[in-house]
T-cell receptor, first 113, second 113 residues
Framework: DTAVSQTPKYLVTQMGNDKSIKCEQN?????MYWYKQDSKKFLKIMFS???????INETVPNRFSPKSPDKAHLNLHINSLELGDSAVYFC????????????FGPGTRLTVT | ELKVEQNPLFLSMQEGKNYTIYCNYS?????LYWYRQDPGKSLESLFV?????AVKQEGRLMASLDTKARLSTLHITAAVHDLSATYFC?????????????FGKGTHLIIQP
């Protein structure tokens, strides 16, 4: 009965590869997010997405692209991985109308070698 | 651009003591959240503060919000070792960019027996 789940939990890959991280929420929320947490634990919003609109943080390279096959899923695809992409990526969801807190997934630790 | 500043960033304290973590933010908002993160884990929602003067308490933790001062506090009473973690405040600001939470840098709290 996990609320927000992510796969994989760990991802080790080489520079230049393309990889995807999957996220699913079973809370019935209509808004999902991707955050990046760097080695200094700093968390930064990358994308927010609901049925109506994708909002992209302008500092995110266009190598990163969110893809949402349906309301319960928001996957993150990364092209041409770079060393600086190494981080923990968190998916989150919230109910936009209620403006309640965001529920976070367990995170995916990405290591680019 | 919204800025969220926490202080202190690192706090080592003894069990039984009281202390306060401060969270200042730069732009008008009446939605502030506190999260806890244990090492290698996800973010756990602690408090949602949605109005000026809001005060919430859970166990030894109490959070408050002063929207006029753009300040939130997280007060720890009679600290115990189990409260050791990193605490983040986050502000929900819909003024532009990716809709999502803007996080402070986190307060790494160590409570020693």
């Amino acid at each position: 009965d996990t609320a927000v789940s992510q796969t994989p939990k760990y991802l080790v890959t080489q520079m230049g590869n393309d990889k995807s991280i999957k996220c699913e929420q079973n809370l019935g929320h209509d808004t999902m997010y991707w955050y990046k947490q760097d080695s200094k634990k700093f968390l930064k919003i990358m994308f927010s997405y609901n049925n109506k609109e994708l909002i992209i943080n302008e500092t995110v390279p266009n190598r990163f692209s969110p893809k949402s096959p349906d309301k319960a899923h928001l996957n993150l695809h990364i092209n041409s991985l770079e060393l600086g992409d190494s981080a923990v990526y968190f998916c989150a969801s919230s109910q936009e109308v209620v403006l309640s807190e965001q529920y976070f997934g367990p995170g995916t630790r990405l290591t680019v070698t | 651009e919204l800025k969220v500043e926490q202080n202190p960033l690192f706090l080592s304290m003894q069990e039984g003591k009281n202390y306060t973590i401060y969270c200042n933010y730069s732009t008008t908002s009446d939605r502030l959240y506190w999260y806890r993160q244990d090492p290698g884990k996800s973010l756990e929602s602690l408090f949602v503060l949605l109005s000026n003067g809001a005060v919430k308490q859970e166990g030894r933790l109490m959070a408050s919000l002063d929207t006029k001062a753009r300040l939130s506090t997280l007060h720890i009473t009679a600290a115990v070792h189990d409260l050791s973690a990193t605490y983040f405040c986050a502000v929900d600001w819909r003024g532009g960019g990716a809709d999502g939470l803007t996080f402070g840098k986190g307060t790494h709290l160590i409570i020693q027996p």
